[in-house]
């Protein structure tokens, strides 16, 4: 069965802080897609980051980064230098079975970042 | 402007009253997705639409109905509410399949059913 689990349900941080925030998957498949989403307190979903499968390469994006190894099926997403703009709820998320457009989320992790 | 809309974004209803969520992309999209979300279940499939009249379940399917006739709306039909059915929905986009690429999301709607 595929599946997501965020472990961490809240996280509370002081602004500046390092974060990180966990997702951990299981498939069968051997050709997947992982993502992140965030939700802020105003409700949009937002798009942050997709990977493939294949593809481990860790990847950076500003004050963002994700490492993702397939050895212990996990894909985390760590926050540099927190700012209170990030407080949000998070979500990771697993895409299955292929043309047939499955997608299993997280339940979210809820950060709050304190000035 | 490239987005999704939904509509409403809140809905008070009875048990037992149909009602239907409309939503629209305008970015050409083929594939479509509908969404609810629940504190501490995260955000579940209901359904998903790869094109026109081609339509599949999502992990929870019971109690909805959707239609796909034109590509670029794909309504979310409740025949008749339950009070387990109040959640936030949302509605998704994308230009490729949703297994590989990325979603746009609608704005949401708030449905509560007494």
């Known amino acids: 069965a595929q599946k997501v689990t965020q472990a961490q349900t809240e996280i509370s941080v002081v602004e500046k802080e390092d974060v990180t925030l966990d997702c951990v998957y299981e498939?069968?498949?051997?050709?997947?897609?992982l993502f992140w989403y965030k939700q802020p307190p105003s409700g949009e979903l937002v798009f942050l980051i997709r990977r493939n499968s294949f593809d481990e390469q860790n990847e950076i994006s500003g004050r963002y980064s994700w490492n993702f190894q397939k050895s212990t099926s996990s894909f985390n997403f760590t926050i540099t230098a927190s700012q209170v703009v990030d407080s949000a709820v998070y979500f990771c998320a697993l895409s299955w079975g292929g043309a047939n457009s499955k997608l299993t989320f997280g339940k979210g992790i809820t950060l709050s970042v304190r000035p | 402007e490239a987005q999704v809309t939904q509509n409403p974004r809140y809905l008070i209803t009875v048990t037992g009253k149909k009602l239907t969520v409309t939503c629209s992309q305008n970015?050409?999209?083929?594939?479509m997705s509908w969404y609810r979300q629940d504190p501490g279940l995260g955000l579940r499939q209901i359904y998903y639409?790869?094109?026109?009249?081609?339509?599949d379940k999502g992990d929870v399917p019971e109690g909805y109905k959707v239609s796909r006739k034109e590509k670029r709306n794909f309504p979310l039909i409740l025949e008749s509410p339950s009070p387990n059915q109040t959640s936030l929905y949302f509605c998704?986009?994308?230009?490729?399949?949703?297994?590989?690429?990325?979603?746009?999301f609608g704005p949401g709607t708030r449905l509560t059913v007494t």
């Open positions: 998704a986009s994308s230009s490729l399949p949703l297994a590989s690429h990325e979603q746009y």
């Open positions: 970015m050409n999209h083929e594939y």
């Open positions: 498939t069968r498949d051997t050709t997947y897609y």
């Open positions: 639409s790869m094109n026109v009249e081609v339509t």
